[in-house]
């Protein structure tokens, strides 16, 4: 994308990102544009990939998916292959929300979310331990949640 973003798409990139349901007409109510304007913006938007799509946003607490661990993963082996092959591998487990390769003395984090410590336990001995040339890993367990939030 070439073009920066003005005030008007960066005030509904925040208005949809707290309300992706909102109709366009309560949409440009809020950001003080008209229908069509409000509206060429979010196809543009879309067009251009910054907006990616919408979802119901989910509470996993009420789900029973309150226990959530970050694991720093070692891989044995850095190149390209090994880094390719962990990361299609990491994609098939569903209880890894987030897989993030960092620069630091572990080559990736990963956040994982479970119903309990038990079930934690089996998917890091089961799966991720498992994974493409994993070597080591470290779990940190959540304590509370203090900020969690999409953009």
Same mark, same amino acid.
């Given at each position: 994308?070439? $073009?920066?973003?003005?005030?008007?798409?960066?005030?509904?990139?925040?208005?949809?990102?707290?309300?992706?349901?909102?109709?366009?007409?309560?949409?440009? /109510?809020?950001?003080?544009? &008209?229908? !069509? *304007? !409000?509206?060429?913006?979010?196809?543009? %938007?879309?067009?251009? /990939?910054?907006?990616?799509?919408? $979802?119901?946003?989910?509470? =996993?607490?009420?789900?029973?998916?309150? #226990?959530?661990?970050?694991? +720093?993963?070692?891989?044995?082996?850095?190149?390209? @292959?090994?880094? &390719? @092959?962990?990361?299609?591998?990491?994609?098939?487990? =569903? +209880?890894? +929300?987030?897989? #993030?390769? !960092?620069?630091?003395?572990?080559?990736?984090?990963?956040?994982?979310? !479970?119903?309990?410590?038990?079930?934690?336990?089996?998917? %890091? /001995?089961?799966?991720? &331990?498992?994974? *493409? #040339?994993? &070597?080591?890993?470290?779990? #940190?367990?959540?304590? +509370?949640?203090?900020?969690?939030? %999409?953009?």
């Amino acid at each position: 994308m070439d $073009k920066t973003l003005d005030d008007y798409d960066q005030a509904i990139l925040r208005v949809l990102a707290a309300e992706g349901r909102i109709s366009i007409t309560d949409l440009a /109510g809020q950001i003080n544009l &008209s229908n !069509t *304007p !409000t509206q060429a913006r979010v196809k543009r %938007l879309e067009k251009d /990939g910054i907006i990616t799509g919408y $979802k119901a946003m989910l509470d =996993p607490v009420k789900l029973g998916l309150d #226990h959530i661990a970050f694991v +720093e993963v070692k891989l044995d082996d850095t190149r390209e @292959a090994a880094l &390719s @092959a962990f990361n299609a591998a990491v994609m098939a487990v =569903p +209880e890894v +929300e987030e897989c #993030h390769m !960092t620069a630091s003395r572990f080559d990736y984090i990963l956040k994982v979310r !479970t119903s309990s410590m038990k079930a934690y336990r089996q998917v %890091l /001995g089961e799966q991720i &331990s498992s994974l *493409p #040339h994993v &070597s080591n890993t470290s779990t #940190h367990v959540v304590m +509370e949640a203090v900020k969690e939030e %999409l953009i």
